[in-house]
Nanobody, 130 residues
Framework: EVQLVESGGGSVQAGGSLRLSCTAS????????VAWYRQAPGNECEKVSAIASYSTYYADSVKGRFTISQDTDKNTLYLQMDNLKPEDTAMYYCAADYASPAYSSILELPMSKSGLLGYWGQGTQVTVSS
């Protein structure tokens, strides 16, 4: 059974930092395409960042503040979030799958096709206060 488990969320003040982790079991991040998504109440789900074939994607809203990385030895995906803003408040999810002919790359995968990704975590809450 594949499980993705996020951790590292919490409550911080604006300007603070958090590092989210996503650890996989039953699934290897080595060679996989992986991403962080977030959803705030009343808002649509948004792809925050992704890694595929050593290339990365960042949403414009987080560029320069968030850094995605992965440790294949620990089979863990990270999202370092610095200079957090209240608008970053959301539930954060990691998602992963291997490359698929159904889409070109997770980097370019539109939200409408995010359901094609096979594995999702349960999420970790991030709350940023002003």
């Amino acid at each position: 059974e594949v499980q993705l488990v996020e951790s590292g969320g919490g409550s911080v003040q604006a300007g603070g930092s958090l590092r989210l982790s996503c650890t996989a079991s039953g699934f290897s991040f080595d060679g996989a395409e992986v991403a962080w998504y977030r959803q705030a109440p009343g808002n649509e789900c948004e792809k925050v960042s992704a890694i595929a074939s050593y290339s990365t994607y960042y949403a414009d809203s987080v560029k320069g503040r968030f850094t995605i990385s992965q440790d294949t030895d620990k089979n863990t995906l990270y999202l370092q979030m610095d200079n957090l803003k209240p608008e970053d408040t959301a539930m954060y999810y990691c998602a992963a799958d291997y490359a698929s002919p159904a889409y070109s790359s997770i980097l370019e995968l539109p939200m409408s096709k995010s359901g094609l990704l096979g594995y999702w975590g349960q999420g970790t809450q991030v709350t940023v206060s002003s």
